[in-house]
């Protein structure tokens, strides 16, 4: 995936003087064997052990110009808290902690590390200088269970820093009729993503300009024709939708300014059709495949969803409504749920923006409701251009990161799983389970205000999710309760 940032992690030492500093080295060298046999990649050793600020400061200026933009803290023994937490305040990125199991009772008797008081210690002055550090559920560790751990921050940390370094390029005022996806943007700078909102002129017109690039448009309607193969029924719209995306990417490349990293938010409907001839739809599927999230309907929260959900997965996400039941009669007999209650099921949608890799038996169509709009519902002509099918079946992750209308941060991260049944219906579409979804969507989703539009991952990533949520400091995470738990304000009465 292009668009996401490389994470070069360092394991940094840290040990306190009243213990042997050999003690530290000795157990950093077994977990940077342990990372090395898992073929764990971009993880380096930080020569210095940190004993006290001094060598904080030799730790900094070697990561600086190693290149270090994510840190491991080890506790090979209790550690010194002050200048450990010092290295982690002045060291900015993101960070986390592990500490070293003692071996086995022979250590006891005299190399006893004691990292739980260190962790405990660490975790105090982590407050004392107001920082957030990625503490594991289980940071006591043996080298083996330290490369699971760290092979989950490496994606928190591509998350974080993806966030921290992103732009929203946002086309075209969000719609009237969707006043869902309308949200404050304050929250997002908050956050350190910047935005950058243009007129849909400014996009039309980039669009016309392109029109010159002609070798670079003939190649895009070949890589388009292997894409699609046998499911494309209007080649002679190839070269319009391969003009629009050279703009999309043109201006990716050289209209990021002060950010590493893009996504877009664009207006899609009802003026682009009538302007520009086309649906974006295809196009957006593919960028999108590709790392870069185009959201629909200038749903900027969508779009960054979408890439907080890329970074943590390594694949392509998607941006669905979460739309409508599912009949029974589409139901295969004895069809497994997923861990899902019947009343749990139901349809992600939407017009035909999900990537083709995504995609069971996918081919390029129309849109339907914009056909009927705006055509009569005669032959298809400015409405054609979506990629549409079954959503590929197997492991979910559903998720939205949303500013409410009191301009603060919320989300939610559910996992579940999109089911192999034919949906017998249009646009990229799919039947999703999601464990209590049902009592989810009310009480949490409805409850909390949240829009139609919601970002989805085609892998489990809610552990991820909810770690990078934490350090870019959002605290009102939601996820699917069991049975036996209450939503706040649920009607005990009513389960």
């Known amino acids: 995936m292009t668009n996401q940032p490389e994470i070069k992690l360092a394991v940094v030492g840290v040990s306190r003087d009243c ?32 004993e006290n600020e001094e060598d904080a400061l030799a730790a900094l200026e070697w990561a600086r110009k190693e290149g270090v933009n994510a840190c491991c803290m080890f506790l090979g023994n209790f550690g010194p808290e002050g200048p450990t937490t010092y290295f982690v305040q002045e060291f900015g990125g993101p960070a986390m902690v592990l500490a070293a199991r003692e071996e086995n009772k022979a ?42 751990e760290i092979r989950d921050f490496i994606a928190v940390a591509r998350v974080v820093l993806g966030v921290r370094n992103l732009k929203v390029f946002a086309f075209g005022p969000r719609p ?58 209007y080649p002679d719209l190839l070269p319009q939708l391969a003009q629009f995306e ?33 649906v974006p739809c295809y196009v957006n599927s593919r960028l999108t495949g590709r790392g870069i999230p185009v959201a629909c309907e200038v749903d900027m929260y969508g779009a960054v969803s979408e890439y907080m959900l890329e970074c943590a997965t390594g694949l392509p996400a998607t941006l669905l409504d979460i739309n409508n039941s599912v009949p029974d009669d589409i139901l295969p007999a004895g069809l497994d749920f997923a861990g899902a209650q019947r009343r749990d099921l139901y349809m992600g949608f939407h017009c035909g923006n999900t990537c083709s890799r995504c995609l069971k038996n996918c081919g390029m169509k129309y849109q339907l409701i914009m056909n009927r709009g705006l055509e009569g519902g005669g032959k298809p002509v400015i409405s054609r251009g979506t990629m549409e099918g079954q ?57 909390k205000r949240f829009p139609h539009h919601g970002a989805f991952g085609f892998a489990k990533a809610g552990k991820v999710l909810f770690e990078a949520l934490r350090l870019l400091g959002v605290d009102d995470i939601n996820t699917p309760l069991p049975a036996d738990r209450l939503y706040p304000g649920e009607n005990p009465f009513a389960v």
């Not at 050289?254 to 409907?269: E, I, L, S």
């Open 176 to 233: 009237y009729d969707f006043l869902a996806c309308n949200a404050p943007i304050q929250p997002l700078f908050d956050l350190g993503v910047n935005v950058q909102e243009n007129s849909e002129l400014d996009l039309f017109e980039h669009y016309h300009k392109m029109a010159e690039r002609k070798a670079e448009i003939a190649a895009i309607v070949e890589d388009m024709k292997a894409e699609l193969g046998q499911g494309c029924p």
């Open 107 to 148: 250590v006891l008797a005299s190399d006893r590390g004691d990292a739980l008081c260190g962790v405990l210690n660490f975790s105090y002055n982590v407050g004392l200088r107001r920082l957030s550090v990625y503490i594991p559920e289980y940071p006591n560790v043996s080298p083996e269970e330290g490369v699971a």
């Open 246 to 278: 050279l703009a999309l990417v043109d201006w990716y490349e050289n209209r990021r300014g002060a950010a590493k990293y893009a996504v877009f938010a664009d207006k899609c409907w009802p003026a682009f059709q009538t302007s520009f001839r086309f």
């Open 391 to 447: 959503i590929m079946p197997g492991d979910a992750t559903m998720f939205r990161l949303q500013s409410n209308s009191d301009g603060r941060l919320v989300s939610y991260v559910a996992h579940g799983a999109f089911l192999d049944v034919d949906p017998h219906s249009f646009g990229s579409i799919g039947v999703c389970a999601i464990p209590g979804f049902a009592r989810f969507y009310r009480h949490v989703l409805v409850q």
């Open 19 to 50: 213990f042997p500093a050999s003690l530290t080295k000795k157990r950093v060298a077994a977990l940077m064997d342990a990372l090395k046999a898992a073929n764990v990649p971009g993880v380096v050793d930080c020569p210095v052990t940190i």
